[in-house]
């Protein structure tokens, strides 16, 4: 499929993954219109986008905010005329043992991932099927919307009703010509997981990236490719790494192997809130 000129909205693009996938939309051809919490970052990949010749604009903007949907599709409307694409990508996570995870704490977390995505899917969905002209909507749900690492319950069941909630608007769309896909990065270096610690009160300087062997590490840019590659020949689900797919599958078929294997990341001194590194939750 002929991507150029396609216009595609893409929530969290200032910094990583969605940073790095407007820079690869713009590079082949389509105007970008970026979303995000933080003004800097916006302006910087606009700015790095039409140094390179490319079409960009932004909206800073904040994904729980119940009017976000309309107010970002509209202006990016205004801007190079109805999206054909929108990348559901902002999102943040929680380093947390699930018992030691407030309501507070769950119901934020879901707001940010589950819900800001649900009402922009679904505003976007409703603007293509009246146009007609079919479109692309893609959510980055994670490869753990399939499985769920030691102290990440909270953003893992986030992104697997993402997942579930995609899955059914991928067979309702269909006939209107309207692609459906979720996009399964593993770790990726981008400053997300630092920012997760920081939201989970942890000190010390160490996050959740480096716990992860580097068999499971990746470039944004490796996802970002992914991505265009999907807007280009859409896939039901987008995966950079066949190594975790298939751990994905096998945790379907034989939960107790991938179990054994996660009891591995267990660190029993934050299992008991003994690891005066993570505040405590209450």
Known sequence: MDVTGRPIVITGGGTGIGAATARACAAAGMPVFLAGRREAPLVQTRDDILAG????????????????????????????????????NAGRGLDRPAHRTTDEEMRSIFEVNFFASQALLGEAAR????????????ACAS?????????????????????????????????????????????????????????SGRSGGRSGIDHTPRLFR???????????RCLRRPVAEVWTSRVVRLTAALRTLRPSIVDRQMRGMLDHRRLRGDDRSEADPD
């Open 53 to 88: 010749g490319g079409r960009a604009e932004v909206l800073q903007t904040d994904v729980t905010d119940t009017a976000h949907a309309l107010q970002l599709l509209e202006a990016a409307t205004n801007a190079f005329g109805p999206p054909w694409a929108v990348f559901s």
């Open 127 to 138: 603007r293509m099927v009246e146009d007609g002209a079919g479109g692309h909507l893609l």
């Open 143 to 199: 490869c753990v919307s399939k499985f769920a690492p030691p102290y990440h319950g909270a953003y893992a069941a986030t992104k697997a009703a993402q997942d579930l909630y995609c899955q059914a608007m991928r067979l309702e769309l269909a006939p209107a010509g309207i692609h459906v896909s979720t996009v399964h990065p593993i770790t990726t270096t981008t400053d997300f997981f630092d920012v997760s610690a920081d939201v």
């Open 218 to 228: 990746q470039s944004a840019e490796r996802v970002a490719a992914a991505v265009l």
